[in-house]
Each structure stands twice: as C-alpha cells, then as structure tokens.
C-alpha cells in the first residue's frame, strides 16, 4: 500500500483523527474534572471516588495490549467504532449509578473500549504516511487531546451550574455519537494485512518489545504516566485545597494545561526532529524540566499563590505530555519492520496507564496522609527517577540502533 501523498488529503485525514482523538478525551476525562463537584455533591469520599478512575485507567492499559494486537490483525477502522460506541453508552449510564461501586463497573468498561482507539490510529497513520508525515500527524492528533481537555475544563463548570456533574457525562455521550456518525462516513480504512510497496513489513513478532532496553524504558513510562494523568486529575483539588478557591473556578484552572500540553508537544516534536534523533535523549531532557517544575512547586507549597501553582503544575504535566509524544509516538514505527507497529504502540501506552492507575489513587491516599507538601516532594522524586532512567538508557538505545542498522 503506498504512502498519501495528497497533502488536502492528508490534512482531512489528520483531521477527522485529531477529532476522533479529542472525542475519546471527552469522554474520558470528564469524570476526573467532575470528581470535586461529585464527592460534594453525592458525599461520597473522594478516595472511594477516584477507585473509579483508577479502575478505567488499569482497564484501559490492559485494553492496549488486547487493542494493539487486534490492530494489527483486524480493521483499524472497525476497532474504533466499536470504542467509540462503548465510551458513548458508558458515559450515558453513569449519572444513573446509584453508588460508588456502580460507577467503578461502568467506568471499568469505559476505560477498557476507549483502549481501542489509540493504537489502531497510530497504525493507520504509519500506514498512509510517510515518516516525516507521521512525527508531524502524531503532534496533530494530540492536538485533539488538548482541545478536548480544554473543553472539558470549559464546560463542567458551566454544566454543574447550571444543572448539575451528571450533565457533563450526558454531553459527553452526544460527542461520542456524534463522532460515531463523523469516523464511519469520513474516516478510511486500510486491509489487516496491507503493507507497504516500496517499504515491504515482513511479518514478524513483538519479541524485542521485551528486551532488557526496552523493559527499562517501560518504566519511564510508568513514571511518566504517574505524574500525566495523576497530576491532571488532582489539579483542580490540590488549587481548591492550597489555595483556597472554589469548585468551580477550581476546576477552570484545569484549562492551563491543555494549553501547555500543545506547546509542549510542539517543542518536543522540534526538539526530536531538530536536536535530539535519539528519542531516550530528548525525552531525559524534557523529563528534567517536569523535575524542576515540580521541585518549584513543592518550594511553592506553603506560599498559597494560585498564579504560579498553576503555572507551575501545567508546566509538569506539559513536559510529560511531551516525554509521551516521544516515547509512545516515536518509537512504535521503529518495530515496523516486524510488522507490530500497532501491538508496539499498545504495549507502551499499556505502561502509561500503569502509572496513571498508581498515582490516581496513590495520590488520593498520600494527601490524605501526609498532606500536600509531601505529595509534592515525591513528585519531584518520580520526575527525577524518570529523567535519570531515561539518560541512563541514551547510549545502550545508540548501540541498538547501530546494530540493527548493520544487520
């Protein structure tokens, strides 16, 4: 199957993707961004509360494993409407739990239909793009991840006050829907087994995802996601809690980091292209900036300034979302020859949501201890950890290279 090279083609591709992408953060999200209003609205603890977003996330990176080899096997196309079906269905049911423990179930299953969503996408566009094409189409679509964010942090505080957090998983469901319509008519679709003509894919195995390189690597990962998504979802909180504002404006500070997200992911796809061809490399780097954000903070913790807590925090989360595009979005093509791209891409993302699924209700349970000046300090020790990893790993991945380029 050879390359688009139709650049109106390619852009309307990268479009429906990046919507595809913002509609699965929708529908996502929103139960994060809702948490605060819910545990004061229904009086449900907040750590029995976040079980259910620690559930979705350990649903949704064992659903990588699953989405990724099926994305290699199967319709990409087919495999995200069903995503997009299920995550619909899922958010309708929600406002109708009657407990905790309904919503852990429901959003189980969320978590798990919207694994099948990223890694067949990252396959469709290794398949029809080229290699330049591709680093550009990854930064494109994570766009979409950040405009959904930012619309989440926009309209939940409009939803719960007008009517109440129920609302925001009901408009949730009708982006879904909506997209369902949108990807069917709109969106390609490419045969299981299509390959490349000029650029042959011979089948092979996933084996050297399991290397020691890349084991270590993987933890990276999970360090990354420890501080992405456990960062993101306790944001509104840790402001309402340190510095003392209410739910609502609580929550619209969740609309920074969004916004660093897309200039972070833009820096670091330069930084990548321009001054770092290692992927390791450039992700140590911005893993050592989300270590000084987070060392900043945990100075800031007894200052109870807003403007530079949030500045602050959306700065650590940008970084990660950076090391993310590095790691998930870079090195999955590097397994293409075997034919894994799709399987590559879910292993690691699977690694992401371990992290996620750690620290989401991790960090529930230390500020509930310990406070959140602690909290702070072992986020720094985890950014640390994650930036010392990843430098270590620069010369062992150069070799690998070499090897391989050899063979």
């Known amino acids: 199957m050879e390359y688009i090279q139709d650049k109106k083609k390619i852009n309307q591709i990268m479009l429906i993707f990046a919507c595809c ?52 096997k199967f319709s990409p196309k087919k495999l995200l409407l069903f995503g997009l ?3 619909s269905l899922m958010n309708l049911l929600i406002p109708l739990c009657p407990n905790a423990y309904w919503m852990l179930a429901v959003w189980c299953v969320n978590g798990f239909a919207q694994a099948f969503m990223w890694p067949p996408m990252v396959r469709m566009m290794a398949t029809f793009f080229t290699p330049e094409v591709y680093s550009r189409s990854i930064v494109r679509v994570n766009w979409g991840a950040s405009v959904g964010t930012i619309l989440v942090y926009l309209i939940a505080p409009v939803l719960i006050s007008l009517l109440s957090w129920r609302a925001m998983f009901v408009f949730s469901a009708i982006c879904g829907i ?25 089948t092979g195995n996933a084996s050297g995802l399991f290397s020691p390189l890349m084991l270590v690597i993987m933890l990276s990962i999970v360090l990354m996601g420890m501080l992405r998504d456990g960062v993101t979802t306790w944001m509104p909180t840790f402001i309402s809690e340190t510095c003392n504002l209410g739910n609502n404006i609580s929550i619209l500070t969740g609309v920074v980091l969004p ?16 001054k770092f061809s ?34 602050f925090t959306a700065l650590l989360t940008g970084s990660m979302h950076g090391v993310n595009l590095i790691l998930i979005g870079m090195i999955p093509p590097y ?52 930036t010392i990893i990843c430098f270590a790993c620069t010369k062992p991945w150069n070799k690998q290279m070499e090897t391989e380029k050899e063979a």
């Open 335 to 386: 397994f293409g020859k075997k034919g894994n791209v799709s399987t590559a891409s879910g292993v690691l993302n699977s690694c992401v949501y371990i992290g996620s699924a750690i620290s989401t209700y991790g960090i529930a349970v230390l500020t509930k201890n310990v406070g959140w000046e602690k909290t702070l300090l072992v986020w720094f020790a985890i950014a640390a950890l994650g």
């Open 85 to 87: 079906g299920v995550t």
């Open 278 to 311: 290692n992927p390791v490399l450039c992700s140590g780097v911005i893993f050592a900036l989300g270590s000084v954000a987070s060392l900043v903070l945990y100075f800031l913790s007894d200052k109870n300034i807003a403007v530079l807590s949030v500045l």
């Open 178 to 202: 909506i997209m369902m319509f949108v990807w069917h008519k709109g969106s390609p679709d490419i045969p299981a087994d299509a390959v490349f003509v000029k650029h042959k894919r011979p």
């Open 259 to 274: 916004i660093f997200t897309i200039l972070s992911t833009n820096v670091s796809e330069w930084l990548y292209a321009k």
């Open 21 to 72: 992408y913002m509609v699965s953060y929708i529908t996502r999200i929103n139960f994060g961004a809702v948490i605060l209003e819910m545990a004061t609205n229904t009086g449900i603890d907040r750590a029995l509360l976040s079980l259910s977003v620690t559930g979705s996330f350990i649903t949704y990176g064992t659903g990588q494993i699953v989405s990724g080899i099926c994305g290699d």
